[in-house]
Each structure stands twice: as C-alpha cells, then as structure tokens.
C-alpha cells in the first residue's frame, strides 16, 4: 500500500519527507499546470516522497486526446505519462471533481488513484509538505 | 451584444454572470478554459442548455482540441474557428468581456 515517512528509508541521515503537489488549475488558460509539471519534475531530483493531488479543475490536466497545433502552445499533457520513470507513481485524482465535470477515470490518459472526498482529505493531512498549483 | 467568456464555470462565475445578463437575442462565445462551460456531462451543463433558451452559445474549436473536449460539445453549441471569431465580433455591434 502506501509507504508513509516513518516506514521510508533514510538516505546518508537525510529524512525523506512526503510532498503533494496539489493541482487545482485546467490547462493552457493559465500557466499553472505547466508550472506544476516542471516542478514535480524537478523534484524527483531530491528523492522525496513525491505525489500529485488533481482536484476541482485540476482533473482536467489529465484530459485524453489534448491536441494544442491550433492554439500554438506546447501540448504537455504527454509528460504525465512520463512521472512514472521518475517514480513518481501516486496521482491522486478526486472522485467527485471528476463527476462534476462529466469525466470518467476512462478519459484520463494516465493510471491514477481515485479517491473519494473523505479519502483525499485524509491524503492531504497526512503530508509532510504540500504545494498548490 | 456578443459576450466573451474566458474562465471555466467550474473555477469562476464569469459565465454565470454572464448568462444572467445577457439579454434575449445576444451572443455568448466561449473561449480558453470558457470552453468547459460548452461542455457536456457536468453539472454546469443544464445551465447553459436553459440559456440557450434566450441566447446563442459559441466555443472556439481550437481551445475545445487543446483540452481534448472537441467530442464533448453540448449538442446546440455552435462550434467556431479563429476566422469565426472575426465574423462574431464584425456581426455585433458591440461586445463585453467577462474577466
């Protein structure tokens, strides 16, 4: 299941601790997805205990079939699929800004972790360190 | 009076507003995250089909393809190009963008 702070490997004395990234932002009309992405990514660098959260609009982020030549901007939505080499293998999408919007764990084009309102809640507390998008 | 709608539904109440106060007979195109708004299977969706009643809703295709929603417009909404854009703000004779 998943690994918590206490249970985690300590590396050369150095406490690995557990960061969420939070993603609240769609793509494209502003600059906050893209932001995230490039900082989760930097953050594998520092072999933390790293996952993302897509809540609210968020969840559109992982919208399959994102084509962007039209509006001449850089389709980045396949880098998601690319977290996984970096281990970062938690995304956690909420199961009910999902069904706001229409969307099925089917549209996503990504292996997430759905979690209900209550289970998110309990994600997020548990965190060492989250950061918002 | 063609009304220009550029945030999500589900972020801001831009296009609630909008909808509010557009007067029968005007235009609303929605454009960037608006375009969520034109979307189907949301609980937003009822309140743009009960607008459509009084106004007629636009969505600019290119930002609909950047976010993969093309196949998702609610059936109605009229599906505009960049040169469309040109041909709705020529038509009216005024325009209000809602921030």
Request: aromatic fraction near 8%; proline fraction near 2%; glycine fraction near 8%.
């Amino acid at each position: 299941m998943f690994t918590s702070s206490e249970d985690m490997d300590t590396d050369e004395g150095g406490v690995i601790k557990q960061f969420m990234f939070v993603n609240r932002k769609a793509p494209y009309g502003t600059i906050y997805a893209l932001e995230g992405l490039e900082v989760v990514l930097i953050s594998a660098a520092f072999e933390q205990d790293v996952s993302m959260a897509f809540i609210d609009d968020g969840v559109y982020e992982l919208k399959k079939a994102q084509d962007t030549k039209a509006i001449e901007q850089k389709n980045f939505s396949p880098t998601y699929r690319a977290l996984e080499g970096y281990d970062i293998e938690k995304l956690y999408v909420e199961k009910e800004s999902l069904e706001a919007r229409g969307l099925t764990e089917a549209d996503l084009l990504v292996d997430v972790i759905v979690l209900d309102r209550a289970e998110m809640a309990a994600k997020m507390a548990e965190q060492d360190v989250l950061i918002s998008f | 009076m063609l009304h220009i709608v550029n945030k999500s539904p589900y972020e801001r109440n831009s296009l609630e507003s909008c909808l509010r106060l557009a007067t029968n007979g005007s235009a609303v195109l929605l454009i960037e995250d608006g375009i969520y708004g034109a979307t189907k299977g949301g609980s937003f969706e009822g309140k743009v089909q009960a607008a459509m009643a009084g106004v007629k809703i636009y969505v600019l295709g290119p930002d609909l393809s950047a976010r993969g929603m093309a196949d998702r417009v609610i059936d109605g909404v009229n599906v505009v190009d960049y040169g469309g854009f040109v041909d709705l703000v020529a038509e009216h004779s005024n325009c209000q963008s809602w921030l």
